[in-house]
């Protein structure tokens, strides 16, 4: 696909990076004389040593980007062109002249707007129902959600075109049911939001004081519980009815003042200003976006694990993607190391070598049929024994490549000699593994289902003639001896 981003600031750098890293073709339009290419640099670093960690399967190969010189130029052949220039009504209604002569037909043109509806933006436009707002969450590259949302004009067949497109590229397009201003998530931030420039202004916390409420806290739950699934908890066997009746009534005197905004008048600015450099003047702002993009992989990593929230879409994402073959051996694993798999001593930790090895032996048994069915059926491999060799060091960013042998391959065990190929292809470690199959119900070692036996027995003849791996029954008692 080749997609136009029109604006390049730090939304639109943001989705450039997303639909690159996940193989589009991206030409960008931006009229800032040289900062716009800057930032995009920065993003990109940012986004390549962050979104490819979300992965345990490498995502597709990074598409082309260009640096369009005008409008049309970047617009011209793309099938997708989000708008993502400054939220003023007249820079957007001059741009949609300039994008819509360009647009090809069956071509969608998406705002990044979080203050317009579609139906006010629509009417600045000559073919009103090729326009969509696609609202993101910075850093667009990490953060799954985007809006989709349209007016009543809009066609329904084109909102879903979209949410495809999006899923596409691993976001989670919630696609709202009418426009309404600030769609759904701006609307929750800036309820928040106005309450706590109140309490920074009435002297009850400090900006410090706040984060630490939302950090501490609730911020907590929302990741993995919104609102709704957190309350339904906290009415315990009861549930959600009996949350309102016991909490429902306080309502009627109200905590907060969200009905008014605070006057942002100068004290009120100092002061904010002044509580945040005590927070944060520590810390440029590359600093703490490199510092956020690692949390945010550590967290959606974790919730990809137990396929909730922002992990889900990951999950779904990476079902289709495959790892590419070369050579004699399988590649049954590739991936990027993320920076939260580093220890202190500054390279990946010893467990990850064994989730890696874990990952490559299910993709080996997956591919020869046992599938997410065949496990649901009852039968399924245990590990019984791994040794890990550490052989060189590996780094955050450095990709992986695990080659595996199949040493042995009929009956119930299986046999398995993984090589773990760093930078510049050398060996980093190798792990080798024996896996037993074992019938779920009983949890007793069995013979695996014929088709099963039978792929994974061609394996092991296939690599039969490959000499015996360096290493292969090694054990720490050798290492001992001297
Ligand atoms: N910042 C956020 O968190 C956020 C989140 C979601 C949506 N949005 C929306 O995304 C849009 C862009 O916001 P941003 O935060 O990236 O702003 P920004 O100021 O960082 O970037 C805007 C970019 O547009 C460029 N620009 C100016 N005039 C232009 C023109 N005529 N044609 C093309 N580009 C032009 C600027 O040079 C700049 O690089 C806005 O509509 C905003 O509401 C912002």
Not at 233 to 243: E, I, K, N, Q, T
Not at 323 to 348: E, F, Y
Not at 430 to 435: A, F, L, N, R, Y
Request: include cysteine; glycine fraction near 8%; hydrophobic fraction near 40%.
């Amino acid at each position: 696909m080749k997609v136009a981003i029109i604006g390049g600031g730090v939304i639109g750098s943001g989705w450039a990076a997303r639909f690159l890293l996940n193989g589009h073709d991206v030409a960008v339009y931006d009229p800032a004389p040289d900062g716009a290419a800057r930032r995009l640099e920065e993003v990109l670093r940012n986004a390549r040593a962050s979104l490819p960690a979300l992965y345990d399967r490498p995502l597709p190969r990074e598409g082309r980007l260009h640096i369009a010189a005008s409008v049309g130029e970047a617009v011209a052949g793309a099938n997708w062109a989000q708008e993502s220039a400054p939220e003023r009504l007249e820079i957007k209604r001059a741009l949609y002249a300039e994008i819509e002569p360009h647009l090809a037909d069956g071509a969608v043109l998406a705002s990044s707007t979080s203050g317009y509806k579609p139906s006010q933006l629509q009417a600045l436009c000559e073919r009103p129902e090729r326009l969509i707002v696609a609202h993101p969450f910075n850093p667009v590259y990490l953060v799954p959600l985007v809006e989709i949302v349209g007016s009543d004009q809009t066609p329904q067949e084109l909102k879903a075109r979209a949410a495809k497109i999006m899923r596409g590229i691993g976001m989670h397009p919630l696609v709202m049911r009418s426009e309404v201003e600030g769609f759904i998530g701006n609307r929750l931030q800036e309820a928040v939001w106005r309450e706590t420039l109140w309490m920074i202004r009435d002297g009850i916390a400090t900006t410090q004081e706040i984060d630490e409420a939302i950090l501490y806290g609730f911020g907590l739950r929302w990741a993995q519980m919104g609102q709704f699934e957190t309350y339904r908890l906290a009415g315990g066997a009861a549930g959600m009815r009996h949350f309102l009746a016991q909490f429902g009534p306080s309502l009627a005197q109200p905590l907060t003042h969200l009905t008014d905004v605070p006057d942002l008048d100068a004290a009120l600015v100092d002061r904010i200003a002044a509580q945040s450099d005590a927070q944060s003047g520590h810390l440029t702002i590359p600093e703490m976006e490199r510092a956020r993009d690692a949390n945010l992989v550590a967290l959606i990593r974790a919730l990809k694990q137990r396929n909730v929230g922002a992990g889900r879409p990951i999950r779904e994402q990476e079902a289709e993607l495959s790892i590419p073959q070369g050579g004699d051996l399988r590649v049954t694993a590739r991936r990027v190391i993320p920076p939260s798999w580093i220890d202190a001593n500054g390279h990946m930790n010893e467990a990850h070598y064994v989730e890696v090895a874990s990952n490559a032996a299910d993709a080996l048994t997956e591919s020869c049929g046992v599938t997410a069915e065949y496990i649901a059926g009852g039968n399924s491999h245990f590990t019984a024994e791994t040794h890990v060799r550490y052989l060189a060091e590996l780094h955050a960013g450095d990709e992986i490549v695990v080659r595996t042998q199949v040493l042995r391959g009929t009956g119930k065990k299986t046999h398995l000699f993984h090589r773990f190929e760093g930078p510049a292809g050398a060996l980093a470690a190798t792990v080798e593994m024996m896996i037993l199959h074992v019938d779920l119900t009983t949890r007793k070692v069995c013979e695996p289902l014929p088709h099963v036996a039978a792929a994974l027995e061609r394996l092991e003849h296939a690599h039969a003639h490959l000499p015996r791996p360096d290493g292969a029954g090694r054990a720490i008692g050798e290492q001992t001896k001297g």
